[in-house]
């Protein structure tokens, strides 16, 4: 945030994140750290302009990280550790909306990366020239 984020901010730098606090606050509750602890952990973080979450089948998204190589240890869960993931991306969507956040959130089903890619691509950039325009 410091060194990164903050000062691409203050040039009107388009900062994009792959990894940010949803993902921390799915990621820990499915290592089984205490929601409200995860919440006082990153309440200082900068709000984004757009939070984008992708969610889809859980079978079918680890088909997907399995062909293009598993990464991540959660990748490596079975279906129950996977529906969980579902589940929580699924209600912190609810709740972001609920605190009036911007959300983009995209059911991939069977799109090939190019179209889920195009999706996101145009919420950015409407929001990008939203704040521009």
Known sequence: ??????????????????????TSLVLQRLDGVDPEFLTQLNQYAAKPDLTVVLTGEPERSAQRASDRGVYSRFHRGGAATRAVEDRLYRD???QLRE????VLHHEVTDEPAEAVAA?????VLQRWEQRSG
């Open 92 to 94: 912190l969507v609810r």
């Open 1 to 22: 945030m410091e060194h990164t984020i903050l000062p691409a901010f203050r040039t009107g730098t388009m900062v994009v994140c792959d990894r940010y606090v949803p």
């Open 99 to 102: 605190t009036d956040s911007d």
């Open 119 to 123: 999706v996101v691509l145009g919420a």
